[in-house]
Nanobody, 117 residues
Framework: QVQLVESGGGLVQAGGSLRLSCAAS????????MGWFRQAPGKEREFVAS????????AYAGSVKGRFAISRDTAKNTVYLQMNSLKPEDTAVYYC??????????WGQGTQVTVSS
């Protein structure tokens, strides 16, 4: 089996920080692009950030750019999302995903991030 397992979510006050982790198992994700998405209740899933296998190329949604940072440890098959200056509107279930094709092939189960005011 292939799994992506997110962790690190929780409850934090506005202005605080969280670091999400996504650990892959079952196979190596060498060469994959990794990404983070989020979905709030009643809202569509939205892109948050992505990173190339080498880590040399990153992309961010405009709403999080400058506050969030994506990184990866290829040896550990793990991707991270450092979330700083959190806002209540960042509250959502955060999912990690992986692809080496034109579409996202693997998804984690999600981890809840709740930002209180």
């Amino acid at each position: 089996q292939v799994q992506l397992v997110e962790s690190g979510g929780g409850l934090v006050q506005a202005g605080g920080s969280l670091r999400l982790s996504c650990a892959a198992s079952g196979r190596t994700f060498s060469g994959y692009t990794m990404g983070w998405f989020r979905q709030a209740p009643g809202k569509e899933r939205e892109f948050v950030a992505s990173i190339s296998w080498s880590g040399g190329n990153t992309a961010y949604a405009g709403s999080v750019k400058g506050r969030f940072a994506i990184s990866r440890d290829t040896a550990k098959n793990t991707v991270y999302l450092q979330m700083n200056s959190l806002k209540p509107e960042d509250t959502a279930v955060y999912y990690c995903a992986a692809t080496n094709t034109a579409s996202w092939d693997y998804w984690g189960q999600g981890t809840q991030v709740t930002v209180s005011s």
